[in-house]
């Protein structure tokens, strides 16, 4: 490995992925690592804050699948960071497939706390779609384009015959709290509408066993970790990169040169990029130089990339049930099983499908997490914290039936509005397939060149086969192109005695 300690590698972006790419390069040897970071912090995506007195999360909330398998999951707990209860074997054994068992209330837009029982079955129908719908990847062949249509037309036919002997008000709420799940799941995907999330590939995405778990101290307690075993001079903050250039033939040492906002140019032998798909749709054409390859741009336009944020409320008092840890809100005029509002300026907050309540309350006090996707939140981003505080507290006026409930505080996110994210995590777009993941971790120049290899590597949660939109994903990305750089060397050290170029 000996060559390796003299190549040196960029790497754009010091979110998580940038991070463990740097830690494992570091531990293998590599001298000449040094991220550039475009902001004035680390983490990315993974971002903590205050309300009050109580830590939040703007940006990842869960460890989805709390177990041995997660790395992210193994790191919290060598640091410290996790409550007993994650740390048990049962917590781990815990299969939830994604959809964890939380206890729910419903509320109704005319003001009723609704009966779980008249909704359980539209629940329970949809989240068996929803099971159904993620198996056409391995059966191959879609017999809709995207899994909205899936859902409505499965729905439908289901409905209209199991629920044909029930009164029509509650067939037509059931229908509504399907409404509800939908936008349920525009949040988990990050998807303005269902009827962007291409059916085909929708199984892709695959769980790990364990029941979802928070960090009471906030999820950069990972960050700050993984930071102090890195050199400390090892980042250079707000230092955008303005270009990438690759496929240098005349340069004498180093095959790529990357040029920095402020005009620096840096040269590398090898450059992980690392920047969210929403701001790779954005830039890519400034962003690299030859542009990327046409496969590679043809999978960046059809991977999805959305937004979902949340809008925090803090109460004085509950006007939720003290074993609830989910709150639905059921509007009664949409029973045509749709995700989208029509008009977003003037009902955006009906595409809010409620809140998370933050456990447990002894420390929390009365705090909910609402949940927001697409263009409507991409809308609530734009007005003032004045304006989204009374619209909140509008709605829950609204559904609660009662005229005096009034928030103390209102926190929200702005993701879509981050000039560096242009939104928050991918998704598998309409025509997606497993290709599309394979041509984004592809390093440029593509097999088969005669060019220098591995000029170009690319790490970051969208471009995970099978965990994208996620923590975890975006740590093994970073590793996993770090390990190809060095079996890259592994390689070269045991072959031939090196050429000068290197």
């Known amino acids: 490995m000996a060559m390796s300690v003299n190549a040196k590698v960029v790497i754009v972006g010091c979110g998580i992925s940038g991070i463990a790419a740097a830690q494992r390069l570091v531990n293998a040897g590599f001298q000449h690592v040094q991220i550039l970071e475009a ?5 990315g995506r993974v971002k903590t804050g205050t309300l009050g007195d109580n830590i939040i999360e703007i940006g990842a909330n869960w460890i989805h699948g709390p177990s041995e398998e997660n790395p992210v999951f193994c790191l919290a707990r060598q640091y410290g960071l996790l409550e007993p209860d ?3 074997p049962e917590n781990q054994a815990m299969d939830v497939e994604g959809h964890p068992p939380w206890v729910p209330n419903f509320f109704s837009s005319s003001g009723r706390k609704l009966n779980a029982e008249d909704i359980y079955p ?9 099971s159904e719908g993620s198996k056409f990847e391995s059966q191959g062949g879609e017999p809709w384009a995207c899994v909205g249509d899936f859902i409505r037309s499965e729905a439908e036919q289901q409905a209209a015959e199991k629920w044909k002997d029930i009164d029509a008000a509650t067939r037509c709420l059931r229908l509504c709290v399907i409404s509800n799940m939908l936008k349920v799941e525009c949040c988990v995907n990050g998807a303005h509408s269902m009827d962007e999330v291409g059916l085909g590939a929708y199984g892709l995405y695959k769980t790990l066993p364990g029941l979802d778990c928070t960090f009471p101290g906030g999820y950069e307690g990972v960050i700050k970790n993984l930071m102090s075993e890195l050199p400390s001079d090892l980042v250079t903050y707000n230092r955008p990169v303005r270009c990438v250039h690759w496929n240098n033939t005349e340069m004498e040492e180093n095959s790529v040169m990357i040029e920095c906002d402020d005009e620096k140019k840096i040269a590398a032998d090898h450059v992980i990029v690392t920047v969210p798909l929403g701001y790779l749709k954005k830039h890519h054409s400034t962003l690299f130089s030859p542009p990327l390859p046409l496969h590679k741009l043809h999978s960046v336009e059809r991977l999805g990339f959305g937004t979902n944020n949340k809008i925090y409320v803090e109460f004085d008092s509950p006007w939720w049930d003290a074993d609830c840890e989910v709150i639905y809100l059921v509007w009664e005029d949409e029973d045509g099983m749709l995700d989208q509002v029509p ?3 003037r009902s955006w907050i009906k595409k809010l499908f409620g809140f998370t309540v933050l456990k447990p309350s002894e420390r929390y006090g009365h705090v909910l997490c609402g949940w927001i996707a697409g263009h409507e939140s991409e809308y609530m981003e734009t007005l003032s914290e004045q304006e989204v505080t009374h619209t909140m507290t509008q709605l829950i006026r609204r559904f609660t039936g009662n005229p005096t409930v009034t928030p103390r505080r209102v926190l929200r996110s702005q993701w879509f509005h981050d000039p560096w ?5 991918s998704y598998p ?14 390093p440029l120049p593509t097999k088969g060149s005669l060019l220098q290899p591995l000029q170009v590597l690319f790490a970051g949660e969208a471009t995970h086969p099978c965990y994208y939109s996620t923590v975890h994903g975006a740590l093994l990305t970073g590793w996993r192109e770090a390990d190809r750089l060095i079996s890259h060397y592994s390689a070269i050290s045991t072959s031939e005695p090196p050429k000068s170029k290197l």
């Open 429 to 442: 777009g309409k025509g997606c397939s497993a290709q599309d993941l394979e041509n984004m971790m592809e």
């Open 86 to 88: 994650a740390l048990t």
């Open 122 to 130: 539209a629940q329970e129908m949809f989240l068996e779609l929803m």
């Open 343 to 345: 008009d977003v300026q």
């Open 39 to 43: 902001t004035a912090r680390s983490g």
């Open 421 to 425: 994210t242009c939104g928050s995590y």
